[in-house]
């Protein structure tokens, strides 16, 4: 699966554009006073202006699978990143074979760097904004996440992520590529304090197989 798309909201289109430009280095493909675009590999990530209070949402960008201490190394000359506690940095998950650490955008926006080690994406090139390789992850919020999950899954064809038992308040869509996380309006975001709450948002989703497919996800009409 692959997150083709994903559309947000923002209170300041300027603060975003200086974010993503000016912090992840990332290049704006099309912008206006009300709307910017951003291309994170094959991901377009754009926001949308609005009147909202502090809409934030939850996302995860791949990298390289041996380059997380880089990554972190490079992103804290530009910002500050998020401790998981007592000063370290890294998040591990061995379930998943994964290793992660986090930050936030002006938005508020709880963003995420994450290695999956059980994919061949070695690099021996310097950390740079191109080692940025697409949006892996999408946070969705959902007051009854079990049902939410199986309405995608009905309608979308999507199915649990093999590496995640699904639980009354944590829901993981999708595959090693591409993951909808579904949690419940009474969950912080991991690892911070901060309630997830529900916002607006739209995800374009590629799926190959027999036939192809392709879709979008649109909350809050896919929410129960």
């Not at 949308?48 to 990298?63: F, S």
């Not at 999507?158 to 639980?167: C, I, R, S, W």
């Not at 995800?203 to 129960?224: R, S, V």
């Amino acid at each position: 699966m692959k997150i083709e798309t994903v559309n947000l909201l923002s209170q300041n289109i300027q603060q975003t554009k200086e974010f993503y430009t000016g912090v992840l280095g990332l290049e704006s493909i099309g912008e206006s006073v009300h709307e910017i675009t951003f291309i994170i590999g094959y991901t377009q990530l754009n926001f949308r202006l609005t009147e909202l209070i502090n809409p934030n949402y939850h996302l995860a960008i791949d990298i390289p699978r041996n380059r997380l201490e880089e990554a972190s190394a490079w992103l804290q000359k530009q910002t500050d990143l998020i401790p998981i506690k007592d000063g370290e940095l890294f998040s591990r998950f061995e379930a998943w074979n994964a290793g992660s650490f986090y930050f936030y955008d002006n938005n508020g926006n709880l963003l995420e760097l994450i290695c999956r080690y059980d994919l061949d994406n070695r690099s021996e090139e310097e950390f740079t904004s191109s080692s940025l390789l697409y949006i892996s992850e999408v946070g969705i919020v959902s007051r009854d996440v079990q049902a939410t999950a199986k309405r995608l899954m009905v309608k979308y064809g999507l199915t649990y992520y093999a590496k995640q038992p699904p639980a009354e308040n944590f829901v993981v869509l999708g595959n090693e590529t591409g993951l909808i996380i579904l949690v419940s309006d009474d969950r912080n975001w991991y690892p911070t304090t901060k309630k997830a709450e529900i916002f607006p948002l739209s995800i374009a989703i590629e799926m190959h197989g027999d036939p192809y497919q392709k879709f979008l996800i649109d909350i809050p009409a896919d929410l129960i």
